[in-house]
């Protein structure tokens, strides 16, 4: 942890209080003079700090910023989040993971962006990543499972970020298979999940994901608007971006570790629970084939089962599906 990081933490650790230079400059191992200008510079980079002579300093306000050290900030995990690469653009955080983890990037790395040039989604679709308003991030892990295990790993996520929401809005969020978190049946968050791997083994995963959190309407292109959201949208409220991924870390890092200890049956229940698709018709769309049917559940491995109208039941992997079905 750097310095500026070591101080936000202090003054997130004592919100409303006054924190004196030489406490600071204990706790961050630097001169005074340091630290006075790490306060200056997150000054410059939107803070504002109250400075009393005698009392030191207060923080006032923080701005949305998702710097690495706003997420490091009052982090609660062990791994996950602890190596954060932060950039103001790029075409794709997803690009950027895979070459970290390439290079030997610990796993729980995130590579976080605060605008998406090239954001994409599922079956090769564009996601929607303007500057300032959502959270385009990228996990990269690395777990000891069969190869066959890895889209278990979109639905953990799913859990993990459907948490999260509730806990840091209040808002009920559901989960669409695979990938979809919805609110009030609007989409507002997006998982896609790419792995790099041998014949026996995977070597990394990488997560992406990309949630709405402060867009207002006008900031969606008119085709998106009836079935998109955000976070603001339906609370009614901004919400601080570095805080809802402080909270998905937490969340993300508990399921994975009963994930790993337990398998798969525990994640499988809280994510039937989220469930927006299960008891619902669906029209199922996979590379060869149109199904028509109830999704019944999620079989041990997680994979849709689908019971179409004449009974007979289906095994989806992939497919792109709607809830309703042709008459």
Not at 114 to 140: A, C, E, F, N, Y
Request: charged content about 25%; some cysteine.
């Amino acid at each position: 942890m750097n310095i500026k990081q070591e101080i936000l933490k202090a003054f997130r650790e004592h919100p409303d209080q006054f924190i004196s230079g030489e406490h600071l400059s204990q706790l961050c191992h630097c001169s005074r003079t340091a630290v006075w200008k790490h306060i200056e510079e997150l000054r410059q980079e939107g803070y504002e700090f109250e400075a009393v002579r005698r009392s030191g300093y207060r923080l006032v306000t923080a701005p949305d910023r998702i710097a690495a050290e706003e997420i490091a900030a009052g982090l609660e995990t062990e791994t996950i989040g602890h190596t954060v690469y932060a950039y103001d653009t790029v075409v794709t955080t997803q690009q950027l993971a895979h070459e970290a983890a390439g290079k030997g990037a610990p796993e729980g790395t995130l590579v976080v962006a605060d605008q998406q040039t090239g954001g994409r989604g599922r079956l090769g679709r564009v996601w929607h990543s303007p500057k300032g308003t959502g959270i385009w991030m990228s996990l990269i892990l690395r777990p000891h499972i069969e190869l066959t295990r890895a889209p278990q790993m979109t639905l953990l996520t799913a859990v993990a970020m459907a948490r999260a929401v509730q806990s840091e809005t209040g808002l009920e969020a559901q989960i669409k298979w695979p990938n979809d978190i919805l609110i009030n049946e609007k989409k507002v968050c997006g998982i896609l999940t790419e792995l790099n791997a041998e014949s026996d083994r995977i070597n990394y995963l990488v997560i992406g994901i990309g949630i709405n959190v402060n867009q207002q309407p006008q900031d969606y292109p008119p085709e998106l608007r009836s079935t998109a959201t955000s976070l603001r949208i339906e609370a009614g409220q901004p919400f601080h971006r570095a805080m809802l991924i402080q909270t998905f870390c937490k969340q993300f890092e508990q399921l994975y570790r009963e994930y790993l200890e337990h398998g798969f049956a525990p994640i499988k229940a809280r994510w039937e629970a989220y469930a927006t698709t299960l008891g619902k018709m669906l029209t199922v769309r996979t590379q060869h084939t149109t199904i028509e049917g109830r999704a019944v559940g999620l079989d041990p491995d997680g994979v849709l089962v689908v019971e179409d109208r004449d009974g007979v039941r289906h095994k989806v992997y992939s497919a792109d599906i709607e809830q309703g079905a042709n008459r």
